[in-house]
């Protein structure tokens, strides 16, 4: 997509809605991956307003367990989110891994969502919409809140009242169902006591195949107690599932309640640790340095909180200082090629405007040049940095260097081999593997008669003598030969180094580096081949793996078509990864989810690995399970 180049790589697709996909991605100039949540406006329709609230919301909106939202991006077609990635997928994956979670377990959670759900009512919001599918879990394994497009803020505050009927109907309020006003936070409220019964239970406190009868017996507020329910965390859901919503536990009395201090000792605390207005020095400088301003300017500009790249680049290099990375922008290049769990990175010679588009340096005449450094004169300290020495004046370059077929004189100097190899591919090629953006010398070149990397020949000849002339002649004669080479060659070009400091580094490093360039390019030239599928992936025992006793990858990835093809349901195989789908009678896609068979590295077993991708948790929860049984897992 035009509109993100430069600046994320998107990868593949991990989840979709009516009206939206969510894509990972990662951002370039930190290496950080990212959710872009793309949504189209025509397919939203009236639901358009809906988005601009939950953009705003988003916005306003910083707390530890709410998904933070780093960059919008607005065109004439499209609404694309940039949010936080949260590797651990949704809480009801975890839910079902387990069937039900342990009283301590869920207190660890359910105290998560009563922070993040009293900070929303705190500046005046209402979700709307908790459920298990809009809860993410992280890498630490702490919960994210998402999906906004229900909430509202109320005008006069959380104490005036809503009339809009929205939401899952399962998780849905008596009085919202019922058509009446209702307060926010009150059905923000019994969401909770459905969301904790579901986490305590393993299943829905209120489920039917009937809209009809699931009303009625949410209106009614009769649900089964199961018999491992503790007192106490029967007391609570009685609390929070009252019919009448004036008899509702708190926001309040919720974060002070004895079951969510017990093993804590502390009440659940709503106040966000995520804060604004301290800006980090470190993650400041580089930006600044990056950008090419003051401190003082980027720190006013990230202040401005814009959601542009800014923002997002600002709030990635937090995150890698947070998890003790270092703070540090990289390349673009090794990004583009990102499909083995590369960091992505940046063209350090690129400048980058403050949207996030790269600005290339405009060509400079050669007469303006300055000349390179010396490798001798490089320090230790500035190893690995780009370096120039600008001279006082600037030289000229001859008009045109004549060839010569005479024997070299003493005053001529050698030219290195790493040059000679840089020019041959730049005068043929033109290779990549100099920097994009940095515009390509012209230079006449003069060669004598004997010279291997003569200009009349083909790149692919002149690769292949050299290379044999490296590979055959032994290794202790290699330095000699090279040097006997190179004595044939010779260029009259200004800031030439001395031939006393040239056959030093014809030494080792320099035979090293010879036969890098080689490699290098050969494989620049040489097409690449698609990657083949050989065997399973390798991924964690995660809560969304299902290990098997088995050893055969093949063996299970046929008993799990086999058991689709049985109960009739749609499927479509990439490699060891399943894609199924249910559809309705007129063919429209009601469930999606993902069955992959991976390989488990420490128990050395093969192992399921299940992903919702669209429709009811619920469906999904079952259906699982029963392909997982009849293929006898």
Same mark, same amino acid.
């Given at each position: 997509?035009?509109?993100?180049?430069?600046?994320?790589?998107?990868?593949?697709?991990?989840?979709?809605?009516?009206?939206?996909?969510?894509?990972?991605?990662?951002?370039?100039?930190?290496?950080?991956?990212?959710?872009?949540?793309?949504?189209?406006?025509? &397919?939203?329709?009236?639901?358009?307003?809906?988005?601009?609230?939950?953009?705003?919301? @988003?916005?306003?909106?910083?707390?530890?367990?709410?998904?933070?939202?780093?960059?919008?991006?607005?065109? =004439?077609?499209?609404?694309?989110?940039?949010?936080?990635?949260?590797?651990?997928?949704?809480?009801?994956?975890? #839910?079902?891994?387990?069937?039900?979670?342990?009283?301590?377990?869920?207190?660890?959670?359910?105290? !998560?969502?009563?922070?993040?759900?009293?900070?929303?009512?705190?500046?005046?919001?209402?979700?709307?919409?908790?459920?298990?599918?809009?809860? *993410?879990?992280?890498?630490?394994?702490?919960?994210?809140?998402?999906?906004?497009? *229900?909430?509202?803020?109320?005008?006069?505050? @959380?104490?005036?009242? *809503?009339?809009?009927?929205?939401?899952?109907?399962?998780? &849905?309020?008596?009085?919202?169902?019922?058509?009446?006003?209702?307060?926010?936070?009150?059905?923000? *409220?019994?969401? @909770?006591?459905?969301?904790?019964?579901?986490?305590?239970?393993?299943?829905?406190?209120?489920?039917?195949?009937?809209?009809?009868?699931?009303?009625?017996?949410?209106?009614? /507020?009769?649900?089964?107690?199961?018999?491992?329910?503790?007192?106490?965390?029967?007391?609570?859901?009685?609390?929070?599932?009252?019919?009448?919503?004036?008899?509702?536990?708190?926001?309040?009395?919720?974060?002070?309640?004895?079951?969510? !201090?017990?093993?804590?000792?502390?009440?659940?605390?709503?106040?966000?640790?995520?804060?604004?207005?301290?800006?980090?020095?470190?993650?400041?400088?580089?930006? &600044?340095?990056?950008?090419? #301003?003051?401190?003082?300017?980027?720190?006013?500009?990230?202040?401005?909180?814009?959601?542009?790249?800014?923002?997002?680049?600002?709030?990635?290099?937090?995150?890698?200082?947070?998890?003790?990375?270092?703070?540090?922008?990289? +390349?673009?290049?090794?990004?583009?090629?990102?499909?083995?769990? +590369?960091?992505?990175?940046?063209?350090?010679?690129?400048?980058?405007?403050?949207?996030?588009?790269?600005?290339?340096?405009?060509?400079?005449?050669?007469?303006?040049?300055?000349?390179?450094?010396?490798?001798?004169?490089?320090?230790?300290?500035?190893?690995?940095? =780009?370096?120039?020495?600008?001279?006082?004046?600037?030289?000229?370059?001859?008009?045109?260097?004549?060839?010569?077929?005479?024997?070299?004189?003493?005053?001529?100097?050698?030219?290195?081999?790493?040059?000679?190899?840089?020019?041959?591919?730049?005068? /043929?090629?033109?290779?990549?593997?100099?920097?994009?953006?940095?515009?390509?010398?012209?230079?006449?070149? /003069?060669?004598?008669?004997?010279?291997?990397?003569?200009?009349?020949?083909?790149?692919?000849?002149?690769?292949?003598?050299?290379?044999?002339?490296?590979?055959?002649?032994?290794?202790?004669?290699?330095?000699?030969?090279?040097?006997?080479?190179?004595?044939?060659?010779?260029?009259?070009?200004?800031?030439?180094?001395?031939?006393?400091?040239?056959?030093?580094?014809?030494?080792?490093?320099?035979? /090293?580096?010879?036969?890098?360039?080689?490699?290098?390019?050969?494989?620049?030239?040489?097409?690449?081949?698609?990657?083949?599928?050989?065997?399973?992936?390798?991924?964690?025992?995660?809560?969304?793996?299902?290990?098997?006793?088995?050893?055969?990858?093949?063996?299970?990835?046929?008993?799990?078509?086999?058991?689709?093809?049985?109960?009739?349901?749609?499927?479509?195989?990439?490699?060891?990864?399943?894609?199924?789908?249910?559809?309705?009678?007129?063919?429209?896609?009601?469930?999606?989810?993902?069955? =992959?068979?991976?390989?488990?590295?420490?128990?050395?077993?093969?192992?399921?690995?299940?992903?919702?991708?669209?429709?009811?948790?619920?469906?999904?929860?079952?259906?699982?399970?029963?392909?997982?049984?009849?293929?006898?897992?």
């Amino acid at each position: 997509m035009s509109v993100l180049s430069g600046m994320y790589q998107l990868a593949e697709t991990i989840g979709s809605g009516g009206f939206a996909k969510v894509k990972k991605a990662y951002h370039l100039l930190t290496g950080e991956k990212v959710a872009i949540k793309i949504m189209d406006k025509k &397919a939203l329709g009236d639901d358009l307003p809906r988005v601009k609230v939950e953009i705003e919301a @988003m916005k306003q909106l910083c707390h530890q367990h709410i998904c933070k939202l780093y960059q919008v991006i607005e065109t =004439e077609t499209k609404y694309y989110m940039v949010l936080e990635y949260c590797p651990g997928g949704e809480l009801f994956d975890y #839910i079902v891994s387990k069937d039900r979670l342990h009283e301590d377990e869920a207190r660890v959670f359910f105290r !998560q969502i009563v922070s993040a759900v009293g900070y929303i009512h705190q500046n005046g919001y209402a979700h709307r919409d908790l459920k298990p599918e809009n809860l *993410l879990l992280d890498e630490d394994q702490n919960l994210k809140l998402i999906d906004f497009g *229900l909430c509202a803020k109320p005008k006069g505050g @959380m104490d005036n009242h *809503l009339y809009t009927c929205c939401g899952s109907p399962a998780y &849905a309020a008596p009085e919202l169902i019922s058509g009446k006003e209702y307060l926010g936070r009150e059905t923000d *409220l019994w969401s @909770m006591g459905v969301l904790l019964y579901a986490l305590l239970c393993g299943f829905l406190p209120f489920d039917d195949d009937s809209i009809a009868y699931l009303y009625r017996k949410i209106q009614i /507020g009769r649900y089964e107690i199961p018999r491992w329910l503790s007192k106490e965390s029967v007391q609570l859901l009685d609390a929070m599932l009252q019919v009448d919503p004036k008899k509702r536990v708190t926001i309040r009395e919720l974060c002070h309640h004895p079951w969510l !201090q017990r093993s804590y000792g502390v009440s659940v605390d709503p106040e966000t640790k995520c804060r604004k207005d301290i800006i980090d020095d470190d993650c400041v400088n580089e930006l &600044a340095v990056n950008y090419g #301003i003051s401190k003082r300017e980027m720190i006013r500009q990230i202040k401005e909180w814009k959601c542009d790249y800014l923002t997002a680049t600002y709030q990635l290099l937090l995150v890698k200082k947070q998890r003790g990375d270092p703070v540090r922008l990289i +390349q673009q290049s090794r990004a583009l090629s990102d499909q083995n769990g +590369q960091t992505p990175s940046r063209p350090r010679s690129c400048s980058v405007d403050l949207e996030g588009r790269y600005i290339l340096p405009p060509p400079r005449p050669l007469a303006d040049k300055p000349s390179r450094r010396p490798v001798s004169s490089y320090n230790n300290a500035d190893e690995g940095k =780009e370096n120039f020495a600008v001279p006082s004046t600037p030289f000229k370059t001859p008009a045109k260097v004549k060839r010569s077929r005479s024997p070299p004189s003493s005053t001529q100097k050698p030219q290195p081999i790493s040059d000679i190899l840089a020019r041959s591919t730049e005068d /043929g090629l033109n290779v990549a593997s100099r920097n994009a953006c940095t515009p390509a010398r012209q230079v006449n070149v /003069g060669y004598s008669a004997t010279n291997t990397l003569s200009p009349s020949r083909s790149v692919d000849s002149q690769l292949n003598n050299l290379t044999n002339m490296v590979l055959q002649t032994p290794v202790s004669n290699k330095a000699q030969s090279i040097d006997s080479h190179l004595d044939s060659s010779h260029i009259d070009t200004p800031g030439s180094m001395p031939n006393t400091l040239q056959r030093q580094q014809r030494k080792g490093p320099r035979f /090293g580096s010879l036969e890098k360039g080689i490699d290098k390019m050969k494989n620049m030239f040489t097409p690449r081949k698609k990657s083949v599928v050989d065997g399973p992936r390798k991924v964690k025992a995660v809560h969304n793996v299902t290990n098997t006793s088995e050893y055969s990858a093949d063996h299970i990835l046929d008993r799990l078509k086999s058991s689709l093809c049985d109960k009739k349901i749609s499927f479509k195989q990439n490699g060891y990864e399943l894609r199924c789908f249910v559809t309705d009678d007129w063919g429209k896609i009601q469930l999606a989810f993902d069955l =992959e068979v991976c390989q488990v590295p420490r128990v050395e077993l093969i192992g399921v690995r299940r992903k919702r991708v669209k429709g009811d948790i619920w469906h999904y929860k079952r259906l699982c399970e029963d392909i997982l049984v009849s293929a006898n897992l």
